[in-house]
Every structure is written in structure tokens, then in C-alpha cells.
């Protein structure tokens, strides 16, 4: 079994800030892909925040650059987020994206957390 899970969602105020967190965990070998955060607000289509290899190439979506900052720790099998001056517009369920997980024991998959949702509201 392998688990995905976001932590760090919540109420914020415009102009704050927040932390998101994301880890796998359970029969985890080693994860050789991109991990990413995505966000969906209601009624849109789902996008992308931010992804980092890893190596630590990242890339960050066009409505988030310059307030977002994403990293990574291999060894934790772990990405974060750090927003910066939030908006309301930035109110979404963020969902963690992992790519080529490899499990303990044999196999390789694409996994995603269950969100976490942060509002951003005086």
C-alpha cells in the first residue's frame, strides 16, 4: 500500500502566506519522476502550480510565478509549497502529483493525494 497525503491547508488572509506539504509513504522505494502541486478551483479545469524534478528543475505555472516557491526531498519522498502574497483567486483544493513511484516489492505507478484546500479570505 502506498499513501499520498497534502497537509498545511487552510483560511488565510490576503496578502499571507502558507506552507503545503505533501510526503508518500508506506511500501515507497524510490520515486523517479516529477512531483507537483496542482490546484482546482470550482468550476475550472485543474492546473498547474508548480513541478520539480528530481534534480530540483522546477516549473511554475504562469498565475502563480513569482508567489510560489516548490522543493523536494528525495529522501523523504516528500515536495512542498511555500505561497507567498495570496490572492483570493488562488483559493483551489491543491493536490499533490507524483510520477513514476516505484513500490516495494515490484511495480511502478502514478499516484495523487486527496487535496487539501486552502482558502484565501479577509
Known amino acids: 500500500q502506498v499513501q499520498v497525503v497534502e497537509s498545511g491547508g487552510g483560511l488565510v488572509q490576503p496578502g499571507g502566506s502558507l506552507r503545503l506539504s505533501c510526503a508518500a509513504s508506506g511500501r515507497v522505494f524510490t520515486i523517479s519522476g516529477i512531483m507537483a502541486w496542482y490546484r482546482q478551483a470550482p468550476g475550472k479545469q485543474r492546473e498547474l502550480v508548480a513541478s520539480v524534478t528530481t534534480g530540483g528543475d522546477t516549473v511554475y505555472g504562469e498565475s502563480v510565478k513569482g508567489r510560489v516557491s516548490v522543493s523536494r526531498s528525495n529522501a523523504n519522498n516528500a515536495i512542498y509549497l511555500e505561497m507567498f502574497n495570496l490572492k483570493p483567486d488562488d483559493t483551489a483544493v491543491y493536490y499533490c502529483?507524483?510520477?513514476?513511484?516505484?513500490?516495494?516489492?515490484?511495480?511502478?505507478?502514478?499516484?495523487w493525494g486527496q487535496g487539501t484546500q486552502v482558502t484565501v479570505s479577509s
Open positions: 502529483s507524483v510520477n513514476r513511484l516505484w513500490v516495494t516489492g515490484g511495480g511502478v505507478g502514478d499516484y
